[in-house]
C-alpha cells in the first residue's frame, strides 16, 4: 500500500499562504495601512534589509497563483484575508467593496479549480489605526472590531468559504506580538510600552480566546445553518520531550508543554475552560474567566489546526540560570538541542516527523480525539546553497514525506486528523527574515518584474502523491 493511498477519501490535502506574505499592493485599492507596513520601515529591522514594498505580488497575480495551485492538484488552499484590505482603519466605519471583491474572485476561481477555501481571519498583521488606539490584542475594544470584521467575512463570503481558522497561532501572538518583552520579539517598532508588560501575553491570550469563542458561537448560530462550515483556531505545534528520565526533566518538560501548547486550547478543550492548572499555581495573577465566559470558551470549535515545523527537547533550569525568553522564566524550563537532523542547515527547523505523530497522539489522548487539521508544515530552502540547487530540493521532499507518513500512522492509530497542509505555495516575506528564508514548493525570481513563479521538484513531488491519492479514491 503506497503512502498516498492510506489517507481517506474526504482528507484535505493543501497548501497554504498569508496575505501580509504574498499580497504586496499595500496602498492599492484602499487598503489601509497595518502594524507590518510600520514594522518593515524601521531600519535594520528585517535580516535582509530588504525593500518594504518588495512582494510577491501575489493580488495582482492571483490568477496565475490559482493556475499553480490547481497544478499541483490541492484540494484546498489556505489563504488570509487581511484585514486592513477590508477595513482600512479596522472599523466598520468604511467598508472597503474592492477588498471585497478581490476575496470574492478569488474563491470564486478556487471553486471554479474544484480547489476548496480555507481563510484564516487573523494572520499576524492588524491595522494600524486600532492598533494605536490600545495595544493590540490587549484592548477589548480591538478584540470587539476583530468580532465584527469576522461577522462581515462570514455575510460576504460565507456562501464560498467552508472552512474558517479565527487565529494562526494563537500562542506565538501571545508569547511574541502584544507588546516588548525582554527576550521575545516585537512586532510594531515607536510604540507605547505597556506597564506590567510581564502580565501582556497572559491578558492578551484571555482576550484572544474569548474574541475566538465569540466569533465561534457567532458562527455556530447564524451563519453554520445556513452556509454548512466549520470554524477553527490554529495553535503552533511545537512538541516537548525531557531531555532525560529525570523527575526534574520530566515536570519541565510538563511546564513546557502547557506553557508553549496547552495555554491557549487548553480552555477551549477541556472540559474546565480555562488555563492549564499548572500555569494557574505559578502565575496567580493570570486573568480569570466570569462562569459565563468559561461556558463561551468551553468547547468553541469544530477543529483544532496545529502549524508543526519542530520539537524540543526540555530541561529543568539550574539554580540562578538565566531564561533566554518570558515563557522559558515563567514556565521554568531550558531547551537543549535535541538529537534531530538540521535538514535546512543553521536555522531553527529541525526534521522530527517522530514530534509530529506524539503531538497527534497527545490531542487524541488529552483533548477527546478532536479533529486536528495540519495547517502549516514545511521547512526552507537549505540556507547557502547555490540559487540553482533550490530547484532540486530533495530535503524537502524528505521532509514533507516523513511528516506525511507520522499522518498516515497517527490515522491508522485513530488520530481524527482531517487536512495536512505545506507551508508555502511559493516563496515569501518570512517577516523578520525578510526573503532570506524561502519556504516555497515554488520559487519566485524577485529580480524579475514578473515575479515569476516556478515549481520547484517538491511541488512536483506533491502533485504526484495528490494525484496518486486522487486516483485511489476515485476523485
Ligand atoms: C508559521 C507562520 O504561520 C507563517 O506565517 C510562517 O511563514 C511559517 N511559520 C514559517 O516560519
Redesign the pocket.
Known sequence: MSLATKFPKNFKLATAT?AY?IEGAKDLNGRGFSTWDAIRLEPGRILDNSDPDLSCDGLLKYKEDVALLAEIGVTNYRFSISWSRILPDGTLSTINEEGIKFYRDLCLLLKENNIEPVVTLF??DMPLAIYDNGTAWLNRENCEHFEKFADLCFQKFGDLVKTWITY??INCQAWGSIVKVEGEFWLCPERPEIENHKQAPYFGAANMLLTHAKIYRNYDQNYKPTQHGILGITN?GRFCFPATDSQEDIEACNRARDWLFNFTIEPILSGSGDFPVLMRERMPFIPKFSEEEKEIIKGSTDFIGI?Y?LSFLVRAPKDGEKASSQSQHDGGYVFVEGKWDKICGETWIRYAPDGLLKILRYVKEKYANTPVFIT?N?CMDIVGQDQEDAFHDQHRIDYISGHLEAVAKALDEGCNVIGYTV??LMDNF??DDGFE?K?GLCEVDFESPDKTRTMKKSAYFYKEFIKEFKDFHGI
Open positions: 498569508a506574505q494572520h499576524f494562526n497561532e503552533g502549524n515545523y502549516e514545511g507551508w508555502t518570512e517577516w528564508l519556504f
